[in-house]
């Protein structure tokens, strides 16, 4: 994916997120419009300003997602599966607040 003409791959940022301590889940995705914008949703109990704190040092700004949402467990499809379009829908949602 490309943003601000900066590749960014969903997955590696996927990866990244989910080694920082205390994230049981990650699933990370753009949110669309004119300029598209990063984010994350996050399974954990730690705030969404702890973990971009905890981020930021390793990793290239243009990585770190724009927009953070955090809850205590993942949406999951009838077979157990990340119910992507319920991920999309609440990045989608929360575009308009940071």
């Known amino acids: 994916m490309k943003i601000a ?6 997955g590696e940022v996927a990866a990244r997120l989910r080694q920082l301590a205390g994230v049981r889940d990650v699933w990370v995705g753009l949110a669309g419009g004119a300029e598209p914008v990063l984010g994350a949703v ?8 702890d973990l971009r704190a905890e981020l ?3 990793t290239a700004g243009w990585k770190i997602p724009r927009k953070w949402i955090v809850l205590a467990a993942l949406p999951l499809t009838a077979r157990g599966k990340s119910d992507t379009r319920a991920l999309q829908a609440m990045l989608e949602e929360r575009r308009q607040s940071p």
């Open 42 to 49: 996050l399974a954990t109990e730690r705030r969404a300003a």
């Open 5 to 10: 003409g900066r590749r960014v791959s969903l």
């Open 56 to 58: 930021h040092a390793p």
